[in-house]
């Protein structure tokens, strides 16, 4: 199977599936997702990602359909169904189906699955990135399907040849349109509070996780749009990219002061997913990336 569809229990290559009307996803939004990559079908990070899933569904009162362990078991028996090892691995709760109504209706949430190759993001391939206003709600620690402002910040980027677009509130800096973002400043590597403005990343807490581990000195406070302009670093992650570098801002040439700590810090997340998945030929070409930068 080239790709997999999966919705309350049908299988079916993804441009097969359909789904009804009445899903409170078609017309409200209602639900929330995870999602993270798989390398030679093993799932990366499988057990933070079902976490936060799960404490997204809470945070919305969302029926799940699943304990942890069976999403988990489900996920890591279709992701063997794609016949290609690579892949994003998307998985999501609707509220469930019921005629237009703002109250909840009865019973569990819909469980929809998309599986499609895709490999992670060239991680020591240097990108491009514009600022844009946040204009999102202030629930952004949910990791909801509500993604309108995000969507439009991404393709303000791409309209712009840019890889992602960064987010600010007045002068400060919350996170990327589908990305968090990071700064160093003089060794420090600084990033946004994990609280209601921002969602904590999974590789997010990698990244933290690794500062520990290498004793890189950390801040989580907010940065304001002058400080991403002047650090010695500008970076962002997610499940795809792990640590990305910025090369220019809106145009303007950032970074590119600390490439030692920086360069610690992908190699350290690339060595973890090598690890637990193994390498593969996309790998092997960021691999090679690495010996010629």
Known sequence: MKNLGYYNGKIGLIEEMSVPMTDRGCYFGDGVYDATYSIHHIIWDLDAHVDRFFHSASLLKIKPTHTPEELKSLLRALVCMVDDGEQFVYFQWTRGSGLRNHLFPGGCANLWVMLTPKSLVNLYQPARMITMEDTRY???????????????????????????????????????????????????????????????????????????????????????????????????????????????????????????ILRELQDALLSAVIECCGTSPAIQTILDTRKYT
Do not use: W
């Not at 996170?175 to 999974?202: Q, W």
């Not at 010695?232 to 499940?239: F, H, Q, R, V």
């Open 138 to 260: 202030l629930h952004c620690n949910i990791k909801t399907i509500n993604l309108l402002p995000a969507v439009m910040g991404a393709q303000a980027a791409a309209e712009a040849g840019c890889e992602e677009c960064l987010f600010h509130r007045g002068n400060v800096v919350t996170e990327c349109a589908h990305s968090n973002a990071y700064i160093l400043i003089n060794g420090t590597l600084i990033t946004h509070p994990a609280n209601h403005f921002i969602l904590n990343g999974i590789s997010r807490q990698n990244i933290l996780l690794t500062c520990r581990k290498q004793g890189i000195p950390y801040e989580e406070r907010p940065f304001t749009l002058q400080e991403a302009f002047e650090a010695d670093e500008l970076m962002y992650s997610s499940a795809g990219s792990l640590c990305v570098p910025v090369q220019t801002l809106d145009g303007k040439p950032v970074g590119g002061k600390n490439p030692r």
